[in-house]
């Protein structure tokens, strides 16, 4: 077994494969033992923790995880990585690998099915940049308890997650991780830390996932699609914008009004409001 926690190992393990990383999966394997480390301190484990891993790979992290935690489920579209994943996993019996597409897998019958139902979890991850979204909502909407999610992603995504009202990086998917979760980033990750080299900076960023949402809300659904309509035109005043959204039904003056009973002014944008103004307003449309 390669120990891949030295960048040395792991280079020399994809070489002596033959190893391709392929695009459209988004592989860019970790080959910096400091950045395992962060991830690894970022996501607090003890051999207490069951830990999700999307998208194992060659299984650098997961080796890592293997040591710390008591259970770890692993991820992992790619076929082809399953007896590479195997070989390097060899002296551990405490994981398993789902080959599936993640956005496929039922997170929560998977954890049922193991007899772990309702038991918190921890998710790690270096994430595939072509789904982060898709992946990042997936975990918090599901339904599965995480306590934390502590994931490599694109800076700029990290950013977004972390991003607070009226700035440039706020908008639809700030409120959404912030609806969920207290979002922190822990390590800004350069190029040269993966082979092959994305073509963008990285960060680690840690979701500390909230037992209940930190703003009340009637109604989540309809709060999240103001959000959405307030950032699809962020030019816009948030009123235009919702007005021009006809599948929510409101007029400009309506919106204005609420606003005004909130103490916003009318030509406020969506941009400028907080997860518990858009709770409020929310509320009152
Ligand atoms: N964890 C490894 C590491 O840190 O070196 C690999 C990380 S690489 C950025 C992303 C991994 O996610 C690849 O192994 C890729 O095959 C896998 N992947 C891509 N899309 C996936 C999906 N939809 N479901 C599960 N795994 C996926």
């Known amino acids: 077994m390669h120990d891949l926690i030295e960048a040395q190992n792991t280079i ?15 592989q860019n394997f970790l080959i910096d033992r400091r950045v395992l480390e962060r991830i690894i301190e970022g996501a607090d484990i003890s051999e207490n923790d069951v830990v999700l891993e999307i998208g194992p790979g060659i299984g650098t992290l997961t080796q890592a995880l293997c040591k710390s935690a ?3 489920i692993a991820v992992e579209i790619d076929r082809d990585m399953i007896p590479l994943l195997e070989e390097n ?3 551990f019996d405490n994981y ?23 038991r918190p979890i921890k998710v790690a991850a270096n994430l ?13 909407e599901s339904g599965i308890p995480a306590k934390s999610i502590t994931v490599m992603v694109q800076k700029e995504v990290a950013d977004r997650m ?8 706020y908008g639809a998917l700030s409120l959404a991780v912030q609806f969920y979760a207290e979002a922190k980033i822990t390590a800004k990750v350069p190029p040269n830390s993966f082979i092959p080299r994305p073509g963008v900076d990285s960060a680690v960023i840690t ?20 959000i959405k309509a307030a950032f699809a035109q962020r030019r816009k005043t948030l009123a235009n914008a919702l007005k021009n959204d006809s599948s929510l039904g409101l007029t400009r003056e309506k919106v204005e009004a ?3 009973s909130l103490g916003l002014a009318a030509d406020i944008r969506g941009e400028r409001l907080s997860l518990a103004q858009f709770a409020q307003l929310s509320d009152i449309l």
């Open 258 to 260: 609420a606003l005004d």
């Open 96 to 118: 398993e690998i789902i080959n599936d597409d993640v956005l496929r897998v039922d997170l929560e019958a998977v954890l049922k099915e193991r007899g772990l139902e309702g």
């Open 162 to 169: 972390q991003a607070l009202p009226g700035t440039s990086d």
């Open 89 to 91: 996993l060899a002296d």
């Open 207 to 226: 979701l500390n996932c909230y037992s209940e949402p930190p703003v009340s809300v009637k109604d989540e659904k309809h709060m999240f699609r103001l």
């Open 128 to 140: 595939p940049y072509y789904i982060t979204t898709p992946i990042i909502m997936q975990l918090l």
């Open 12 to 26: 020399q393990f994809l070489k002596e494969h033959g190893i391709s990383a392929k695009k459209r999966y988004g």
């Open 70 to 72: 008591g259970r770890v």
